[in-house]
């Protein structure tokens, strides 16, 4: 497993990658949530950010989609520096997140979920006519509810859904606009060990093109959706490797996994 790149070394690297972050860290007071955090994602790569809670991988994502400013560091969005951008600017660019505690509208139906995340990212979003059949909004929002395998529960009411479903409506919204790059905040928190199987079913599905950082708790689904892992520890990079080596590593396993991880 190779050691963390140092800032030298990226700094003189291309600028084709996804996302680049440079020398970020994020102070709270004189706590500092991430130090010096150096990280870079190929275009379509799907990466795990795993890590003990205060690890700081939630700020991580949070100076990413541009919710926290970063206290110093750089940003860069398929070579743009998006660091003072605000989020709706970093979603214009194909930028899209979920979050751990849910945001969606219970009193809507499913596709009318999708329908409205999907109108949001579009040309016509403040447009206040209802849509015809024929409107490709429409077509992308059932697209998006059977690529998540909500099919079935469409016309139901959010309020109604099960949590699971509900944590599967998410991915939908965030995959709404053509994204290019997705941050997947804990999708596996709460679920059934058969919801979780779907889950890592619907990531894997995904289209190539489109890239992912997941932070996750449970290493079996995390593991199962990557091909490169970044562990933190402390608000710094820990190690990185590919999901075998982290999950073999004895000082990731004595820090993380308890010894004990199969």
């Given at each position: 497993?190779?050691?963390?790149?140092?800032?030298e070394?990226?700094?003189?690297?291309?600028?084709?990658?996804?996302l680049?972050?440079?020398?970020?860290?994020r102070?709270?007071?004189?706590?500092?949530?991430?130090?010096?955090?150096?990280?870079s994602v190929?275009?379509?790569?799907?990466?795990?950010?795993?890590?003990?809670?205060?690890?700081?991988?939630?700020?991580?994502?949070?100076c990413?989609?541009?919710?926290?400013?970063?206290?110093?560091?750089?940003i860069?969005?398929?070579?743009e520096?998006?660091?003072?951008?605000p989020?709706?600017?970093?979603?214009?660019?194909?930028?899209?997140?979920?979050?751990?505690?849910?945001?969606?509208?219970?009193?809507?139906?499913?596709?009318?979920?999708?329908?409205l995340?999907?109108?949001?990212?579009?040309?016509?979003?403040f447009?206040?006519?209802?849509?015809?059949?024929?409107?490709t909004?429409?077509?992308?929002?059932?697209?998006?509810?059977?690529?998540?395998?909500l099919?079935?529960v469409?016309?139901?009411?959010?309020?109604?859904?099960?949590y699971?479903?509900?944590?599967q409506?998410?991915?939908a919204?965030a995959?709404?606009?053509?994204?290019?790059?997705?941050?997947?905040?804990?999708?596996?928190?709460?679920?059934?060990?058969?919801?979780?199987?779907?889950?890592?079913?619907?990531?894997?599905s995904l289209?190539?093109?489109?890239?992912?950082?997941?932070i996750?708790?449970?290493?079996d689904v995390?593991?199962?959706?990557?091909?490169?892992v970044?562990m933190?520890?402390?608000?710094r990079i820990?190690?990185?490797?590919?999901?075998?080596?982290?999950?073999?590593d004895?000082?990731?396993?004595?820090?993380?996994l308890?010894?004990?991880?199969?």
């Amino acid at each position: 497993m190779s050691a963390v790149p140092s800032l030298e070394r990226l700094n003189t690297a291309s600028s084709g990658n996804a996302l680049e972050l440079r020398g970020v860290s994020r102070l709270f007071g004189a706590l500092a949530a991430l130090s010096d955090v150096t990280l870079s994602v190929r275009p379509g790569e799907r990466r795990a950010v795993l890590g003990s809670n205060g690890a700081g991988k939630t700020t991580l994502f949070n100076c990413v989609t541009g919710d926290f400013s970063p206290s110093s560091g750089v940003i860069r969005f398929f070579g743009e520096d998006v660091t003072t951008f605000p989020p709706h600017e970093r979603i214009r660019r194909g930028l899209r997140r979920t979050y751990q505690i849910s945001s969606l509208f219970a009193g809507l139906t499913v596709v009318d979920n999708v329908y409205l995340a999907c109108r949001g990212v579009s040309r016509n979003r403040f447009s206040l006519r209802r849509p015809r059949r024929d409107d490709t909004l429409q077509h992308a929002a059932e697209s998006l509810v059977d690529a998540v395998h909500l099919t079935a529960v469409k016309d139901r009411l959010v309020g109604e859904l099960a949590y699971g479903q509900q944590r599967q409506l998410e991915i939908a919204l965030a995959l709404s606009g053509a994204p290019r790059f997705i941050l997947f905040d804990e999708p596996a928190a709460g679920l059934s060990p058969t919801e979780r199987q779907d889950l890592v079913q619907i990531l894997t599905s995904l289209p190539a093109h489109i890239g992912y950082i997941i932070i996750e708790h449970d290493m079996d689904v995390a593991l199962r959706v990557v091909e490169s892992v970044t562990m933190m520890h402390n608000g710094r990079i820990f190690k990185e490797g590919r999901p075998g080596e982290i999950e073999s590593d004895p000082e990731v396993q004595e820090l993380y996994l308890g010894g004990g991880h199969g």
